[in-house]
Nanobody, 114 residues
Framework: VQLQASGGGLVQAGGSLRLTCAASGRTRDDYSIGWFRQAPGKEREGVLCISRSEETTYYADSVKGRFTISRDNAKNTVYLQMNNLKPGDTAIYYC????????WGQGTLVTVSS
């Protein structure tokens, strides 16, 4: 399984970005997919994930009400809509997929200026 993340960039506080994670290869039908992030000087933290049945699980309370995850199963693609971004959201965002094991995509940098 290969994961391609994209959509990062520089945005001012209060702005929005949409990250995309596209899966390819031998993907099973029942995998969940989600995002971690790693801010400068901090450990990687889980953000949220979405199951095959589109149930969302939030791991970071700080993003509730601002981040929304959705998936297009036909395209094996997941979208992370990030609204009302804050400087504290600045990080490299990594998508992952859980099938028979966990696969990681490359990171995409999100920078939120104050």
């Amino acid at each position: 399984v290969q994961l391609q993340a994209s959509g990062g960039g520089l945005v001012q506080a209060g702005g929005s970005l949409r990250l995309t994670c596209a899966a390819s290869g031998r993907t099973r039908d029942d995998y969940s997919i989600g995002w971690f992030r790693q801010a400068p000087g901090k450990e990687r933290e889980g953000v949220l994930c979405i199951s095959r049945s589109e149930e969302t699980t939030y791991y970071a309370d700080s993003v509730k009400g601002r981040f929304t995850i959705s998936r297009d199963n036909a395209k094996n693609t997941v979208y992370l809509q990030m609204n009302n971004l804050k400087p504290g959201d600045t990080a490299i965002y990594y998508c992952y997929a859980d099938t028979i094991k966990r696969y990681w995509g490359q990171g995409t940098l999100v920078t939120v200026s104050s």
